[in-house]
């Protein structure tokens, strides 16, 4: 059974950076396609971003795009959410996801099969 578990979350004050990071263990981390969401209080979870299994090719929400950067390392078995120009709307729960999925991203939260408990980021402002 494989397992995910997320770090890097905290608080930081608007315009600042975290990097997340998801360890993947119990299965071959390169066989699987990996996505990143989060949840805020009283609202549904959303795709943030994903990566591709095969070549590891992204694929961001329009909300992220150009200021989130998501990268794997097949070695250590991590997938990375760089996160520059934080906003206050980017506070949330983020949770990495792992798919089996062959080709591509998909931004279906259905489509992920193992999910780690999340990590919490605060954007103060």
């Known amino acids: 059974q494989v397992q995910l578990v997320e770090s890097g979350g905290g608080l930081v004050q608007a315009g600042g950076s975290l990097r997340l990071s998801c360890a993947v263990s119990?299965?071959?981390?390169?066989?699987?396609?990996m996505g990143w969401f989060r949840q805020a209080p009283g609202k549904e979870r959303e795709f943030v971003g994903g990566?591709?299994?095969?070549?590891?090719?992204?694929y961001y929400a329009d909300s992220v795009k150009g200021r989130f950067t998501i990268a794997r390392d097949n070695a250590k078995n991590t997938m990375y959410l760089q996160m520059n120009s934080l906003a206050v709307e980017d506070t949330a729960v983020y949770y990495c996801?792992?798919?089996?999925?062959?080709?591509?991203?998909?931004?279906?939260?259905?489509?992920?099969?193992?999910w780690g408990q999340g990590t919490q980021v605060t954007v103060s402002s």
């Open positions: 996801a792992a798919t089996l999925r062959e080709f591509g991203v998909t931004t279906q939260g259905r489509d992920y099969t193992n």
């Open positions: 119990g299965r071959t981390f390169s066989s699987y396609a």
């Open positions: 990566i591709s299994r095969r070549y590891g090719s992204t």
